[in-house]
């Protein structure tokens, strides 16, 4: 697999893998009636991942690259489904409230990561890192008490539990590094296209939206995909602490693109998610100047 060594080569390739992300929230905006089809988009976006990371690792690692799947273990599996159940909860958040209540609360992930590590993995959480979790706790209630309403509450939890996944996933890599991660990520895919077919099958739906809906799903799942395979190739050679403030290109640009006129989508956050997103990213940025004295680095392969 490439690998960069250089930091200031690896530092723009991820910031443009945070850019790709950051695009999936306008791409479903662009969606018609997203919410009224929320399960084919979840079977097409699952199919296009475990399709194009199955690729990828065939041209990585050739004929052979099957047999990852006979490693994937106990912790491949659980980070997997957290990880499916992530993307499913990612577009039901997505259409029941902001684009910026969705990618905020995904944000909050190196503290819902911190604390389910400290819970199963028995790692130790300092009194600073406590004290980024407690600031981060008060954003994500400000922004709470901002979504009364019946629908943006139920996609402000959504939010939350789609940010959950994402830690469960992060805290069995941590759990069995020899985990193949790749592996992992497809199996989330076929996680997604299973399940989303087994519902369609039941509800008697039609398997695939418009044309237009259907290459959205896929092109969705494609940036995700192509993403993920840059930030492997960057990651390496960047420490935890900017991986942590790096991958704040994803909010920020999400936010950005659903809100500037240019794109149509006119997205404004109200003030509770404003004021919410900013103690969110003060804890982040606290949490990264704490990550500093340690110089762990990150590899997802």
């Not at 080569?9 to 992300?21: D, K, N, S, T």
């Not at 919410?35 to 690692?61: A, C, K, S």
Request: hydrophobic residues 50%; aromatic residues 16%.
């Amino acid at each position: 697999m490439l690998e960069l060594k250089n930091p200031k080569v690896a530092v723009p390739v991820v910031l443009f893998a945070g850019i790709l992300w950051s695009f999936g929230p306008l791409v479903v905006r662009y969606m018609d009636s997203p919410h009224q089809v929320p399960w084919q988009y979840i079977f097409g976006r699952g199919l296009t991942i475990f399709i194009i990371l199955n690729l990828y690792l065939y041209f990585e690692e050739g004929i052979k690259f099957w047999k990852n799947y006979l490693r994937i273990g106990k912790s491949g599996i659980i980070g997997g489904t957290g990880l499916g159940i992530a993307m499913i909860s990612f577009i039901y958040s997505i259409t029941n409230t902001t684009a910026a209540i969705t990618l905020l609360c995904l944000a909050a992930m190196p503290f819902f990561t911190a604390l389910l590590a400290f819970i199963f993995l028995k790692e130790q959480i300092s009194l600073n890192v406590w004290i980024s979790i407690i600031i981060a706790t008060i954003g994500i209630i400000i922004m709470a008490f901002g979504n009364s309403g019946t629908n943006s509450l139920v996609g402000f939890i959504f939010g939350i539990t789609s940010s959950v996944g994402f830690s469960i996933f992060s805290v069995t890599l941590r759990w069995r590094r020899e985990t193949p991660k790749f592996t992992t990520v497809a199996f989330a895919g076929l996680f997604c296209f299973i399940c989303a077919g087994t519902i369609i099958l039941i509800k008697g739906q039609v398997f695939l939206s418009s044309s237009y809906n259907s290459t959205l799903f896929s092109l969705h799942g494609t940036l995700v995909c192509l993403g993920l395979i840059l930030y492997s190739i960057g990651s390496k050679a960047i420490p935890a602490a900017e991986l942590t403030l790096l991958s704040l290109t994803e909010v920020i640009g999400g936010i950005f693109w659903v809100w500037l006129p240019l794109f149509g989508i006119n997205e404004i956050p109200d003030a509770n998610t404003i004021i919410g997103g900013f103690f969110l990213f003060i804890s982040l940025f606290y949490y990264s100047l704490i990550m500093r004295w340690n110089k762990r680095y990150i590899g997802l392969n």
